[in-house]
């Protein structure tokens, strides 16, 4: 039996300051404290967490999860705004960082009920997300963003075509596509740097500003540290995905 429903917009965003693993020679959860997720209804959703201390792997001075959804009448469009903001990171004393922003915006316009082909895609960007003194293995890291990634290239078709275009390092795979905001990482020294990935010897490697995109999300991941040495693991640092979609 058909039930009929009228048309809504389902909200879709979380954010992360820090979660993980730790696998060998001890099993040790990074649990998410400060997480928020933001209702399918929209509204607000806000967490904070200070002096967060994980066994020396990792440490928080403070941490704080901020998510909005609403409806704006003037623009005729639903918005979602989703940021995460570390201040005092230090994972295992090789990466340490002042502050981790991640920061994601979208504006989805309402779509016309009495059409029936789907309209424009969401206008996602990133503007916002930055690093303050990141340090790896005591070395200010210098980060070159891709400028157009983070505020001009705001759809997932134009991703696809922009990346190739620009000679932007990128992957497409089961209608995702995975990219960064990160073009380039210099003033490091003992460490192999290719983009936004950073391989440290005793140590692993680190992946900066990644990005996984959809026609109607986006998800990204500031810090990833696969560990590969003493210890073996993995930690995600200021993760955040948002977005939504009209149903039905």
């Known amino acids: 039996m058909h039930i009929e429903q ?81 201040d005092g990171l230090n994972l295992l004393d090789v990466v340490t960082a002042d502050r981790c922003v991640a920061r994601l915006t979208s504006r989805h316009l309402k779509e016309d009920p009495n059409k029936e082909s789907p309209g424009p895609e969401a206008s996602i960007v990133f503007l916002g997300c930055h690093f303050e003194n990141l340090r ?30 620009n000679k932007i390092p990128s992957t497409e795979s089961r209608g995702m596509l995975s990219t960064s905001i990160i073009k380039n990482i210099s ?31 986006r998800r990204l991941t500031m810090i990833r540290a696969e560990l590969g040495c003493s210890l073996y693991g993995n930690v995600s640092i200021c993760q955040i995905d948002g977005n939504g979609t009209e149903y039905p």
């Open 6 to 86: 009228a048309r809504r917009y389902l909200y879709t965003a979380s954010a992360v300051p820090a979660t993980g693993e730790i696998t060998f020679p001890f099993q040790q959860y990074i649990d998410a404290k400060a997480s928020s997720a933001l209702p399918a209804t929209g509204g607000r959703a806000t967490a904070r967490i200070d002096d967060y201390h994980v066994d020396k792997i990792i440490s928080i001075g403070s941490a704080v999860t901020q998510l909005v959804g609403s409806f704006s009448k003037e623009e005729n469009a639903f918005n979602t705004l989703v940021t995460t903001t570390i």
């Open 187 to 217: 003033g490091l020294v003992g460490v192999k740097v290719q983009g936004n990935r950073i391989e440290i010897p005793q140590f692993g490697v680190v992946y900066l500003g990644e990005v996984i995109a959809k026609p109607s999300t």
């Open 136 to 165: 790896i293995a005591g070395f200010q890291a210098v980060i070159e963003y891709n400028e157009d990634l983070l505020a001009n290239v705001d759809t997932f078709e134009g991703m696809r075509a922009h990346c190739p275009k």
